[in-house]
């Protein structure tokens, strides 16, 4: 669990990296926020194929605590995204509050997530 909320979650993300700092350098903050939402919302769609293919052993009946705190974190941190679409700073800073509250839910998330694990 700990693997996939680090090293493949970073794999999964290059594309939408990249992408997203292009669209900061060019000015365009919407693309770049639509790039986060949609790459999150083609990995629920993914994981309901995943679900519909595992047939008996459905994915979303397991219950384990790793689970739960990744799916936790994962809810936590799309609320503050949404939260800072919502909610704008009057003032541009060089790095956001949202920004950093999503940074601090993620290490905070893998640091539990590895406590939980190991």
């Not at 809810?75 to 956001?96: A, K, M, Q």
């Amino acid at each position: 669990m700990v693997f996939g909320a680090t090293v493949l979650a970073l794999a999964s993300a290059l594309p939408e990296i990249s992408s997203g700092i292009e669209a900061v350098r060019l000015g365009d903050h919407q693309l770049a926020m639509g790039d986060i939402f949609g790459g999150n919302a083609f990995q629920l769609c993914l994981f309901v194929v995943a679900d519909l293919v595992a047939g008996e052993t459905r994915i979303a009946n397991n219950r384990s605590r790793d689970c739960v705190a990744g799916l936790t974190e994962a809810l936590v941190l799309t609320v503050v995204y949404v939260g800072s679409v919502i909610v704008r700073p009057s003032r541009p800073h060089r790095l956001e509050p949202a920004s950093i509250l999503a940074l601090l839910f993620y290490v905070v998330g893998i640091i539990g997530l590895i406590r939980i694990v190991g």
